[in-house]
């Protein structure tokens, strides 16, 4: 079936350095997006979403671009602080509420 | 309350047994959303609701899962004859509108058979 996929499982950036976390979706229906955090043994956290008739929204310190084209999102943070340790997913809204993998995104200090 | 409240936190239980996690939305959200989430893994979904009407329900991992939610309101995930593989962190997420608005979590229900 369709899905909503992470390109990454771990990315390891340095403390201050942009970081990029990418995702691919296959639901060609959908047109909404959103982007969480999970920090350990919380539930995950609203970061940022956007519509499919968008191709950038920015938000405190994070951007996310969408490309229909080829079925691709990504989530960028800027300058990377330690509280921006924890698994990001992106989710696809196109039927329920659809979640990725999970990339677990490392800030080294 | 302010925020989605799911109980009890923490739950253990003897295989065999059943168990009822409850789940509380927030006020005025229509769509309610369960997720299953092991250990360092992802969210995997489960069943949502609009309302009180679940339209798709091939996301529950066998027929010992079952859901329902009155009222447009609360939501209780039952598992019935707990297996050890059920043992996870069980999420629930309310929004305003399916499909067009964030959803919000909240902490889960810990689930460990033994």
């Known amino acids: 079936g369709e899905s909503v996929g992470l390109h990454l499982p771990t990315l390891s950036v340095q403390e201050g350095d942009n970081s990029i976390i990418n995702c691919a979706y296959s639901?060609?229906?959908?047109?909404?997006f959103i982007w969480y955090k999970q920090e350990s043994g919380k539930g995950p956290q609203f970061i940022i979403d956007?519509?499919?008739?968008?191709d950038k929204r920015q938000g405190q310190r994070v951007t996310v671009l969408l490309n229909k084209t080829v079925k691709h999102l990504s989530l960028q943070i800027a300058a990377t602080q330690p509280g921006d340790s924890a698994v990001y997913f992106c989710?696809?809204?196109?039927?329920?509420?659809?979640f990725g993998k999970g990339t677990h995104l490392i800030i080294q200090p | 309350g302010a925020g989605v409240s799911q109980s009890p936190s923490n739950k253990v239980t003897e295989k065999g047994k059943d168990v009822e996690l409850r789940c509380d939305p927030i006020?005025?959200?229509?769509?309610l959303y369960w997720y299953r989430q092991s250990l360092g893994q992802g969210l995997e979904f489960l069943i949502y609701?609009?309302?009180?009407?679940?339209?798709?329900k091939s996301g529950l991992p066998s027929d010992r899962f079952s859901a329902e939610r009155t009222g447009g309101s609360v939501s209780t995930l039952t598992i019935q004859r707990t297996q050890q593989e059920d043992s996870a962190v069980y999420l629930c997420?309310?929004?305003?509108?399916?499909?067009?608005?964030?959803?919000?979590f909240g902490q889960g229900t810990r689930l460990t058979v033994v």
């Open positions: 006020s005025g959200h229509t769509a």
């Open positions: 609701f609009q309302g009180n009407s679940a339209p798709d």
């Open positions: 989710a696809d809204s196109a039927d329920g509420l659809t």
């Open positions: 639901n060609s229906a959908s047109d909404y």
């Open positions: 956007i519509r499919s008739n968008m």
């Open positions: 997420a309310s929004s305003l509108a399916l499909g067009r608005t964030e959803a919000f």
